[in-house]
């Protein structure tokens, strides 16, 4: 819940600059945060369905069982986070830079 309010408050910022890359940038924000919240859910529910338990204390056993599966919830958890490699990283990043050269126009 609180990787949502901060896409959207990126998303907020970019679509309150009113550029055309803004809002490309907020397109991608919105497709990364898309994605990412879309699988986050289906692999916790995945995990939920497979232990039939919520306690983190079995999700170790869970990761040391399959290789693949412990990469791709590292992945999308860091794309989530917005690490550099992925959309919402780039899509942040660009917001920031709109919102710097709007800034430097009007002040």
Do not use: C, D, Q
């Not at 692999?43 to 990761?63: A, C, K, L, P």
């Not at 986070?81 to 899509?91: E, H, K, N, Q, T």
């Amino acid at each position: 819940a609180y990787s949502s309010v901060t896409h959207m408050s990126f998303l907020l910022l970019s679509l309150s600059l009113m550029t055309m890359s803004s809002k490309v940038a907020g397109v991608m924000m919105m497709l990364a945060h898309g994605y990412t919240s879309s699988l986050m859910f289906y692999m916790i529910g995945e995990f939920y369905h497979i232990s039939s338990t919520r306690m983190v204390y079995f999700f170790n056993s869970f990761m040391n069982s399959s290789m693949m599966l412990s990469i791709l919830f590292s992945l999308v958890f860091l794309s989530n986070s917005g690490v550099p490699p992925s959309l919402s990283f780039l899509s942040e990043f660009m917001i920031i830079v709109n919102n710097f050269l709007m800034s430097k126009m009007f002040f």
